[in-house]
Each structure stands twice: as structure tokens, then as C-alpha cells.
Nanobody, 123 residues
Framework: QVQLVESGGGLVQAGGSLRLSCAAS????????MGWFRQAPGKERDFVAI????????HYADSVKGRFTISRDHAKNTVTLQMNSLRPEDTAVYYC????????????????WGQGTQVTVSS
């Protein structure tokens, strides 16, 4: 069993930056693809970014490409999402998740989820 805890959310003005962290406990996550997803009020949970087990492959949603960067630290058992040039449409609850079924951006294929952290971008 693995527990995921997100941190780093908050309120920021448009154009600002935030750095989200996901800390894993209970087992190492080094062998698994990790993802960041987000859910705005009244909307479905959407893929934001994923990173493979080694960190050598990443994939981003078109809406965040060039602004967000996903990374991982095996020694710390963490995954990070650096978010720059934030926009009001980035406002959502952001979730960290783990999948054991390969390099996928499909939320339903992720078995473990954190509780989420709120990101609010004001205009």
C-alpha cells in the first residue's frame, strides 16, 4: 500500500508560479509512472502531466505544455510539478497519482491517489 500526500497549493495571481510536491510513503514509487491530474468544480478529473519510472519520459496536456514541468526524486520518493505562467483556468484541485499499468494518462488506470491540493489563480 502506498500513501500519497500533496502540498504546495495556494492562491496566486495570474502569471505567477507554484510548486506542488507529492510525497509517497509506505513503499517506494521509483518503479512506477506517476501523474498529476486536476479537477475544477463541475468538471471531470483531467490529466495534467505524467512521468515514467526513470524520469526519462514525460507527457503534458496541451493546455500546460511549456508552462508546467513534472519531475521526480527517487531518493526522496517524491514527485514535483513546477507551474509557471499560471492562468485563471488553471484553478482546480490538483491530485498526484500512481499507476502500475505503464505510461498512461488515463485517470481510471491510476490505482493510488492523494487527497489533493487546491490551486487558485486570480485574474
Amino acid at each position: 500500500q502506498v500513501q500519497l500526500v500533496e502540498s504546495g497549493g495556494g492562491l496566486v495571481q495570474a502569471g505567477g508560479s507554484l510548486r506542488l510536491s507529492c510525497a509517497a510513503s509506505g513503499r517506494t514509487i521509483r518503479s512506477y509512472t506517476m501523474g498529476w491530474f486536476r479537477q475544477a468544480p463541475g468538471k471531470e478529473r483531467d490529466f495534467v502531466a505524467i512521468i515514467n519510472w526513470s524520469g526519462g519520459s514525460t507527457h503534458y496536456a496541451d493546455s500546460v505544455k511549456g508552462r508546467f514541468t513534472i519531475s521526480r526524486d527517487h531518493a526522496k520518493n517524491t514527485v514535483t510539478l513546477q507551474m509557471n505562467s499560471l492562468r485563471p483556468e488553471d484553478t482546480a484541485v490538483y491530485y498526484c497519482a500512481l499507476t502500475s499499468v505503464g505510461f498512461t494518462s488515463t485517470p481510471s488506470r491510476y490505482a493510488y491517489w492523494g487527497q489533493g491540493t487546491q490551486v487558485t489563480v486570480s485574474s
